[in-house]
């Protein structure tokens, strides 16, 4: 250690120690931009950072010019996957939410509701979420009488009947008598809805039929993400899990991500966006991405999803 070496001889005086160091120093140095950066840590720390998190709505790139959007979801009516697309029916009293109960609006129909999640990738092991959207039953469309699943209109007075309505069927039953010419039986309900879903951009079905994403793409950078559905049953209180094609027979291992997804491309220009089928096996040669659906004139080609049967 160099240190400077002082004597001091005792001479009865007073001494005096001039010690060589500066004891002053220029505050005004630098001192501006240290609390500048004082400032930004603190309020970093303690505010989060100003993000553009403002979203513009997304609506479906169609061949209507109506713009229509349709979903079909599919309930298995077997307690073991047959791999047969006839044993799936859109039809809520499959899970244990009756027609009386769809017709008379009861809590266990209005509370059950169906969640799509949007995950970046679809690999279950790295993905992550980025929204979901919800989407209530009682906007389903309605079965037509003459229709393909008219016979789930109709009301039973039969105990052993899927269809077993006795209230309804009372109702119904009162209703023809007073009229000049009878009209049954058999008897219809006015409205039944199904699991089947039309949006449009006009009229009363316009909830899901846009998107809200980001308008700022700085943020999150990414226009292409993966659908995947559950169903939640306010009659059970359970979660089923659904999938995009039919449920081989006895088969309960699918293959991930072919069974599970849907694919969403957002276009950033024209604030459109098309759902895909995606199926890296079968659609190998094209990176999993196969032909877009929900866009038709009709149901079809519907965003379809059916119910996965649990071992």
């Not at 027609?99 to 679809?122: G, M």
Request: with cysteine; glycine share 4%.
């Amino acid at each position: 250690m160099t240190v400077n070496n002082f004597k001091i001889k005792i001479d009865g005086k007073d001494k005096e120690v001039t010690v060589p160091f500066a004891t002053y120093f220029d505050e005004s140095l630098g001192r501006e931009q240290h609390i500048e950066l004082y400032e930004k840590a603190e309020m970093q720390d303690n505010v989060n950072i100003i993000q553009d998190f403002e979203t513009t709505r997304y609506s479906p790139e169609t061949l209507d010019s109506d713009k229509h959007i349709f979903y079909s979801m599919q309930f298995m009516t077997n307690s073991t996957p047959s791999g047969d697309p006839n044993d799936y029916l859109p039809d809520y009293s499959v899970v244990g939410i009756s027609h009386p109960d769809i017709v008379e609006r009861k809590s266990n129909f209005i509370k059950s509701f169906f969640k799509f999640d949007f995950y970046d990738n679809p690999n279950p092991q790295t993905q992550r979420l980025y929204f979901s959207i919800i989407s209530p039953i009682n906007n389903g469309k309605p079965f037509v009488k003459g229709g393909p699943y008219d016979y789930l209109l109709q009301i039973s007075n039969d105990p052993i009947s899927n269809n077993y309505d006795p209230i309804g069927y009372a109702k119904a039953l009162i209703k023809d008598e007073n009229l000049a010419v009878p009209l049954g039986p058999p008897y219809y309900y006015d409205k039944l809805e199904s699991s089947q879903f039309d949006f449009s951009s006009i009229g009363k079905n316009t909830e899901n039929y846009y998107i809200q994403w980001l308008k700022n793409r700085d943020l999150v950078p990414y226009n292409i993400f993966y659908m995947s559905c559950k169903f939640f049953n306010a009659e059970t209180g359970k979660t089923h899990k659904f999938i995009n094609k039919v449920q081989p027979a006895n088969t309960y291992t699918l293959s991930i991500p072919d069974y599970y997804y849907y694919q969403l491309i957002f276009d950033p220009i024209k604030y459109t966006y098309i759902v895909n089928q995606f199926d890296l096996t079968q659609f190998a040669a094209n990176d999993g991405v196969g032909s877009q659906v929900g866009h038709s004139l009709t149901f079809d080609n519907p965003i379809k999803f059916y119910e996965y049967i649990n071992p």
